[in-house]
């Protein structure tokens, strides 16, 4: 073996030995931290955080943001409000404020939305007055219901 060939083979061992000291003593990567709020369920991956500065994600807080007039919120895994009252020919649009995907689907079978991304929307109008009690059908713990007045 050459004496060039033998510098370069020990330089590469050295390159190499020191590659594989640093990876093994570096600290391990923090990991983010998720606080769940009121109504989620422990255990479902994508739960809501607000963004923080360098210190990391800061946790969730509260509860289910409140939603008016025909509106409802999809929120922390929860419908806000739970219960809404609207008078007959009303629409209601349900927007998802969660990471994670959602549906809104009736007990009864009178209307199901697709799998609802962040930020979507799904609206249905209510021509009879009823009351209308509806879930996630992705996540069943999720229960909502519509009152609809003559």
């Known amino acids: 073996m050459t004496t060039k060939l033998r510098k370069r083979l020990l330089a590469a061992s050295a390159a ?3 590659l594989l000291a640093g990876c093994s003593s570096s600290p391990p990567a923090a990991q983010p ?3 769940f709020g009121g109504g989620a369920m422990p255990g479902m991956s994508g739960a809501p955080s607000t963004a923080g ?3 990391g994600p800061a946790p969730a807080t ?4 409140a939603a008016t007039g025909d509106q409802v919120s999809i929120d922390n895994f929860a419908f806000a409000p739970a219960t809404l009252t609207v008078k007959a020919g009303a629409t209601v649009t ?3 404020r969660d990471e994670e995907p959602h549906t809104v689907a009736a ?3 009178s209307f199901h939305s ?3 991304g962040t930020g979507a929307t799904y609206s249905h109008t209510f021509p009879t007055a009823g009351k209308f009690d509806y879930v996630c059908s992705i996540h069943p713990m999720m229960h909502g ?3 609809v007045t003559g």
């Open 107 to 109: 007990s009864d079978g």
């Open 53 to 55: 500065g360098p210190a």
């Open 114 to 116: 697709p799998g609802m």
């Open 145 to 147: 219901t519509v009152v």
């Open 16 to 18: 190499s030995a020191l």
């Open 62 to 65: 509260g509860s289910p943001a």
């Open 33 to 35: 931290s998720v606080t």
């Open 94 to 96: 349900w927007t998802n």
